[in-house]
């Protein structure tokens, strides 16, 4: 049973275990204090060519998201997110549970428009309801669709304008930047957003993301968020140390190259084959529609993800490919999906 249920089923890249294990008994402070964040920083700094950003080193996604909305937020105020993502619909409630609402808009893409948005805040008027106050995006969105510079410019003129914060979750940024309808550098995030996240667990690290805050409104006192909220790891060098080599040698824009490649060939196989897509993706996550026949017979050697019911014949399935996934198994798989 090959797994292509998502982009973390391995554990990390032999240079990040190499690395944590050179470095393992050598004594550092605690908390991301230590000399192994410091210098992952300066290399972001410098890969963002910015030197005035904030960044912080944080175990997980959710984590991330649930730690950076509930800071940036105050009571009253919300979030607003298509209703594909992950703060609406993969991480238990977190937002809400730290009294926030999650106001969600229908998206086809995956994607927020500002007409979208601007819908939202003309029926959210007065102090009898939450205030929207964040725009949640996901780059790349929770269906492989991305964002191109232009609509996320968009996008914050029109928060700056409206008195919003653009919040970017980029769990899969890599695969975003790295796809070929990409037109961003990592780099043009931080004149387009307040803050966004390099999410590495999903490419290539044991765990882990990198927080970027830009807008200097939201930089104070952070540290005791992560620490109030249980993230503020005490040895946090296991942090720095991933991406230091994460960032080195191209490795972080390599390892989501094989992703996004072995996706494509999937997806390329998939529409010669006549299947149909729920969307096509540039990224690495692919959701073709299966006959349930043909679902049944592929579950006995690979396993997916099962995204929704399409009607009592056909299911939506999601294809995660990985930095790790294995190209013979890719053309297994292919081989596979001629025979429906």
Not at 2 to 20: Q, R, V
Not at 173 to 184: C, F, G, M, Q, R
Not at 283 to 296: V, Y
Not at 302 to 318: G, K, L, M, P, Q
């Amino acid at each position: 049973m090959y797994s292509f249920i998502n982009d973390y089923s391995e554990g990390a890249h032999e240079s990040i275990l190499n690395a944590l294990v050179e470095s393992n008994l050598k004594q550092s402070a605690g908390y991301g204090l230590d000399e192994y964040c410091e210098s992952a920083k300066d290399i972001l700094k410098n890969v963002l060519k910015n030197n005035e950003i904030d960044i912080h080193f944080i175990p997980g996604g959710t984590q991330v998201n649930l730690i950076s909305i509930s800071s940036f937020l105050r009571q009253h105020e919300a979030a607003i997110a298509a209703n594909t993502g992950h703060i609406a619909v993969h991480e238990t409630g977190a937002i809400e549970a730290t009294g926030h609402k999650v106001i969600t808009v229908d998206s086809d893409d995956g994607k927020l428009t500002v007409d979208k948005i601007e819908k939202v805040l003309k029926v959210h008027t007065d102090e009898h309801m939450v205030k929207p106050r964040l725009v949640f995006i996901s780059q790349a969105t929770e269906i492989g669709t991305i964002y191109k510079k232009q609509e996320i410019a968009k996008l914050y003129s029109y928060c700056k304008e409206n008195d919003l914060l653009l919040y970017i979750d980029g769990a899969r940024i890599a695969s975003a930047i790295t796809s070929k309808e990409n037109d961003l550098q990592l780099s043009d995030f931080v004149n387009l957003c307040d803050a966004f996240y390099i999410g590495g667990t999903k490419n290539g690290a044991l765990f882990g993301e990198a927080l970027v805050i830009c807008n200097d409104s939201l930089k104070k006192d952070f540290r005791y968020n992560i620490k109030q909220k249980g993230a503020l790891l005490a040895k946090g060098r296991l942090l720095g140390i991933q991406f230091i080599e994460l960032f080195k040698d191209n490795l972080f824009f390599d390892l989501a190259n094989h992703a996004n490649e072995m996706a494509r060939l999937i997806q390329d196989a998939l529409i010669e084959n006549n299947y149909k897509l729920l969307i096509k993706s540039p990224t690495n996550q692919i959701f073709p529609i299966l006959k349930n026949t043909d679902l049944e017979r592929l579950s006995k050697k690979y396993s997916f993800a099962i995204w929704e019911e399409y009607d009592e014949n056909h299911t939506v399935i999601r294809i995660c490919t990985s930095w790790a996934t294995d190209k013979e198994k890719v053309l297994e798989l292919i081989e596979d999906l001629k025979n429906h």
